[in-house]
């Protein structure tokens, strides 16, 4: 039965007394790894009951006997560790058998329906003992209880028991076991721990650490999922030296601070972006900077900075060390000065480096020092990426501290694999009602990123010990991922990539009607075979239909278009009839008159997408002409608004096609300043989408803002509030990203609605 309804099931079932009773309690979800056993125990002392608790592939099995069994149900999910996610407790009657004592039994082998809890922040209780002279954790770098801790990234296979995870190699000391078997313990159960008798150990002293860092060294320092770079991030030359190292020449940094106090010192966090820094998960947190505090090359050209807290315990011992040891720690009053670049040691685009021997080979020639463990990390997860839009948190790179938290689809189906698409890959697994979104994988552009990949989705499967009964995939045929699809001994079904991104939105929300939705990113595939990407959807289930679009723009040099903003700067010109003035604007381009040539004659494929617009604004106006990553003109263009500004006749709609034309005019207006551009070009946007979604809404609508140009807070915002002054109801993304580390999640919802209707069952199993 559901929770949320065991209490009046449990209050009948027990109303005829207070006889001695016995009740099998089967718990499901994240409940194994998180304390729950111990706290089982505890409860069942307090209630002075008999039985035992155990492990297995389904969950957690209690066997209660007693009186008064009802109160210690509903107290199983009133009062659950801190970790635990209870999402449904199920209950038997039993004959009663005499027993005395409550026990926690050795685990059973069984097929596997539970889950592993993500990795979690250090708790306040293990930095009490890590920095204790008097306890026995005292700075040690692996100390962990049932309330923290490392557990997807060191899990090979359920039942979560020690053999099964990377800590099966440590054989517990006396103090550690009895630690492990003493109910009152913190430690009680809890499967990583390890202390220096017999734990884990690093290659180099921490003190070694702090004194390169301090020398203007590069480090590299494995962590929970994968090994950081840091260094310290007030330093432009060591700055520069690590973007000139890792060849990353502007994409943003993030630091990582001590704490909550220190934070103050290099962000202006408001109240939610706070909590959000401060959760188990401990992801970055996207938020406004503070100026002048960190080297210029964090963050070019951007008003905001990705920071995250010291996680795990070799995080506190190096701020510890950098603040002059026991003598200078106080982490609730006293900010900590030592801030690090802690970017993720990934050399070339390639995959997380994880293991030691590979960081020596790999990182190499970009760490002066490398400093490793020998606690394996079973599956990489880089840090996950966040940000407050719209007053709530927003997930941008979904992967360690969240994943594999599933998403509810509030109904049971088969087992469908969806593979994501091409840029920022993840799969999707379903099991029973639950979408198990995997952590972020990256593009697959490279042989080690699709190993990687493969591997995230083959760790999945055998986790969730289930076998794909349809694989759902992008509707390109050349993304890798799609290939990938077409390796399972199963049907395949190709899935429109902007449905996927609406779908991937009502499925977080758990809306199975009909809804509206806007998928705005670069660029996917159509149904047309065109390129897509500023689109009004309708989705009803597995159907859906395009009800409007972005006026055309032309895409000169195809995929070129998206790192040249230059050239959507000239099909923009061309689109008002100003083609012209590209010969002015951009003199020394050498393709220039080839490509105004192909303009002319009509030779260049077009697209409706909205990235692609944000790239011809900022060619436009002279911000970018070329981009070192993705999103990059898109990213600068919104750092320059203070506030979006609301013209009038800068955009037309008719029939559905949105157009854009009047404000390209105005923009490219000689002496428009580029703050002034931008914040006319965001507060048109905004109110062009706006009336967009009104033209084919209702009051009370729901509407699913999904695609990676929603990660800009400006648009969002203004989305958001436009749509409800209107009587709407826009929904973001929230727990799974926005942009297409979301799209496997909609594509699986998409495979499962049309299994669900009889009358749409795929029928082939090749990709068109």
């Not at 993720?344 to 002066?368: F, K």
């Not at 091409?422 to 190993?451: N, W, Y």
């Not at 278009?561 to 010969?583: D, S």
């Not at 750092?639 to 009038?648: I, M, N, R, T, Y």
Request: hydrophobic share 45%; aromatic share 4%; proline share 6%.
């Amino acid at each position: 039965m559901d929770f949320r309804h065991a209490g009046d099931a449990l209050d009948r079932l027990f109303a005829r007394g207070e006889e001695v009773e016995r009740l099998r309690v089967r718990l499901r979800g994240a409940v194994q790894g998180v304390g729950m056993r111990p706290f089982v125990h505890g409860l069942a002392a307090r209630h002075r009951l008999a039985g035992f608790v155990l492990n297995d592939g389904d969950g957690v099995v209690i066997e209660a006997e007693g009186v008064g069994l009802a109160a210690f149900v509903a107290a199983l999910t009133a009062e659950k560790p801190p970790l635990a996610a209870i999402d449904e407790v199920e209950s038997e009657a039993m004959t009663p058998t005499g027993e005395t004592g409550f026990r926690i039994v050795e685990s059973v082998a069984s097929k596997a329906r539970t889950r592993v809890p993500a990795d979690a922040a250090t708790c306040e209780a293990c930095l009490d003992d890590l920095f204790d002279p008097a306890s026995r954790f005292h700075l040690y770098p692996f100390v962990n209880c049932t309330h923290c801790g490392p557990r997807w990234t060191i899990t090979a296979r359920l039942p979560y028991d020690r053999p099964q995870t990377a800590m099966a190699g440590f054989p517990m000391c006396a103090a550690c076991e009895r630690d492990y078997r003493d109910p009152t313990n913190r430690r009680f159960h809890a499967e990583p721990i390890a202390c220096p008798a017999c734990g884990p150990g690093l290659t180099h002293p921490i003190a070694e650490i702090v004194a390169a860092i301090r020398a203007g060294k590069i480090v590299a320092v494995k962590g929970i999922g994968g090994f950081h770079l840091m260094c310290d991030a007030r330093s432009e030359a060591v700055v520069a030296e690590l973007r000139r190292r890792k060849i990353r020449d502007a994409k943003p940094f993030a630091v990582m601070v001590a704490d909550d106090v220190s934070l103050d010192l290099v962000a202006l966090a408001g109240e939610r972006e706070r909590e959000l820094f401060l959760s188990p998960a401990a992801p970055i947190v996207v938020m406004d900077a503070v100026p002048g505090m960190l080297a210029s090359s964090i963050a070019p050209n951007l008003d905001r900075i990705g920071v995250m807290r010291a996680h795990a315990p070799l995080h506190h011992l190096i701020f510890r060390e950098a603040a002059g040891g026991d003598a200078g720690i106080d982490r609730h009053t006293r900010p900590n000065d030592f801030v690090l670049v802690a970017t993720s040691a990934n050399p070339g685009g390639e995959p997380l480096v994880i293991d030691d021997d590979d960081a020596r080979r790999r990182l190499a020639g970009i760490a002066d020092l490398i400093v490793g463990h020998d606690r394996p990390i079973v599956i990489r997860a880089d840090d996950s990426v966040a940000q407050v839009i719209a007053g709530a948190p927003s997930v941008i790179r979904r992967a360690k501290g969240y994943v594999p938290e599933p998403i509810d689809l509030g109904v049971d189906g088969p087992v469908v694999l969806a593979t994501g698409a091409h840029l920022k890959a993840t799969v999707t697994v379903t099991r029973g009602r639950e979408a198990f979104v995997s952590q972020h994988v990256g593009d697959l552009d490279t042989v080690e990123t699709v190993k990687f990949y493969r591997e995230t989705a083959a760790h999945l499967l055998s986790l969730l010990d289930v076998t794909p009964e349809i694989v759902a995939c992008d509707l390109h045929p050349d993304f890798r991922s799609s290939h990938f699809a077409l390796e399972f001994d199963a049907p395949v079904l190709p899935v429109q990539h902007h449905a996927a991104h609406v779908a991937a939105i009502a499925a977080e929300h758990g809306i199975d009607g009909p809804i509206l939705g806007l998928a705005l990113d670069g660029i996917g595939h159509g149904d047309d075979g065109a390129a897509w990407g500023g689109e009004l959807i309708r989705l009803d289930g597995p159907r859906w239909e395009r009800l409007g679009h972005l006026a055309p723009l032309a895409l000169p040099g195809g995929d070129k278009a998206a790192r040249e903003p230059w050239r959507m700067a000239v099909a923009a010109l061309a689109a008002i009839g100003e083609a012209g003035r590209a010969k002015n604007l951009f003199p020394d381009e050498p393709m220039l008159p080839a490509l105004l040539a192909r303009l002319a004659a009509g030779r260049e494929a077009t697209t409706t997408s909205a990235g692609r617009l944000f790239d011809a604004v900022a060619g436009l106006i002279g911000l970018r002409r070329r981009q070192d990553h993705e999103g990059q003109a898109a990213m600068e263009l919104e750092a320059l608004v203070v506030e979006a500004k609301h013209g009038s006749g800068l955009f037309r709609l008719a029939n559905g096609v949105l157009d854009f034309a009047p404000l390209i005019a105005e923009l490219a207006r000689p002496g428009v300043g580029r703050r002034c551009a931008a914040e006319f070009f965001h507060g048109t946007l905004i109110d062009g989408l706006a009336m967009l979604v009104t033209t084919r809404a209702r009051r009370g609508d729901a509407v699913a803002l999904g695609g990676g140009c929603l990660m800009n807070r400006v648009l969002a915002e203004g989305l958001v509030t436009a749509l409800t002054a209107r009587g709407l109801r826009p929904l973001l993304a929230r727990r799974v990203p926005a942009n297409d580390g979301g799209l496997s999640l909609g594509q699986a919802a998409l495979a499962l609605a049309h299994l669900r209707d009889a009358d749409r069952r795929p029928k082939t199993t090749k990709i068109p």
